[in-house]
T-cell receptor, first 116, second 114 residues
Framework: NAGVMQNPRHLVRRRGQEARLRCSPM?????VYWYRQLPEEGLKFMVYLQKENIIDESGMPKERFSAEFPKEGPSILRIQQVVRGDSAAYFCASSLGTESSGNTIYFGEGSWLTVV | SQQGEEDPQALSIQEGENATMNCSYKTSINNLQWYRQNSGRGLVHLILIRSNEREKHSGRLRVTLDTSKKSSSLLITASRAADTASYFC??????????????FGTGTLLAVQP
């Protein structure tokens, strides 16, 4: 019973390169969330997706960041032209349903991005 | 800010002692959850308390919720060195827009000395 799977676990990119982070939700889960955690800080919400739809992207930076959750395959968080300030842990989470059904959100182990 | 505030920011205790962490928030909520994060790892869900509940227990964990004060506390009894971790409260707010996302507190770093 695999949990939320994220890869890569660690990623090093040079400034200006692109970073792609992948997330496979728990089996049967159709709701995916991405969070960012800067060093020594809590988690900040970035985006909430359901299959093929972005539901809430209020936490996404306006530029360089994008997310998708296609009908087939994992959810992808894409960061273009990375800068040092993008260095952080990026956590993906998934849930079976919505708040109204009281579903717990389960987190992956995170992808640690270092921009050099 | 929609973010929750936790205090203390850091807490150091001896093994066997109790640890209490507090979380305050500003919005109305459906439920509040507590998560644990070991250094360099992901988050582990500990316990969920609904807005119509005042107290909940799970093993050595006891959570209280006071919606009138918009606050919650997490008590870990008889702490162990293995409890050393960061603890975060998280809640789903009721405000304009989507309600399904979790908003996290700032976290409490707990160190349990053996």
């Amino acid at each position: 019973n695999a949990g939320v799977m994220q890869n890569p676990r660690h990623l090093v990119r040079r400034r200006g390169q692109e970073a792609r982070l992948r997330c496979s939700p728990m089996k049967g889960h159709s709701h995916v969330y991405w969070y960012r955690q800067l060093p020594e800080e809590g988690l900040k919400f970035m985006v909430y997706l359901q299959k093929e739809n972005i539901i809430d992207e209020s936490g996404m930076p306006k530029e360089r960041f994008s997310a998708e959750f296609p009908k087939e395959g994992p959810s992808i968080l894409r960061i273009q032209q990375v800068v040092r300030g993008d260095s952080a842990a990026y956590f993906c989470a998934s849930s079976l349903g919505t708040e109204s059904s009281g579903n717990t959100i389960y987190f992956g182990e995170g992808s640690w991005l270092t921009v050099v | 800010s929609q973010q929750g505030e936790e205090d203390p920011q850091a807490l150091s205790i001896q093994e066997g002692e109790n640890a209490t962490m507090n979380c305050s928030y500003k919005t109305s909520i459906n439920n509040l959850q507590w998560y644990r994060q070991n250094s360099g790892r992901g988050l582990v869900h500990l316990i969920l308390i609904r807005s119509n509940e005042r107290e909940k227990h799970s093993g050595r964990l006891r959570v209280t919720l006071d919606t009138s004060k918009k606050s919650s506390s997490l008590l870990i009894t008889a702490s162990r060195a293995a409890d050393t971790a960061s603890y975060f409260c998280a809640f789903r707010g009721i405000y304009g827009g989507a309600t399904n996302k979790l908003i996290f507190g700032t976290g409490t770093l707990l160190a349990v000395q053996p």
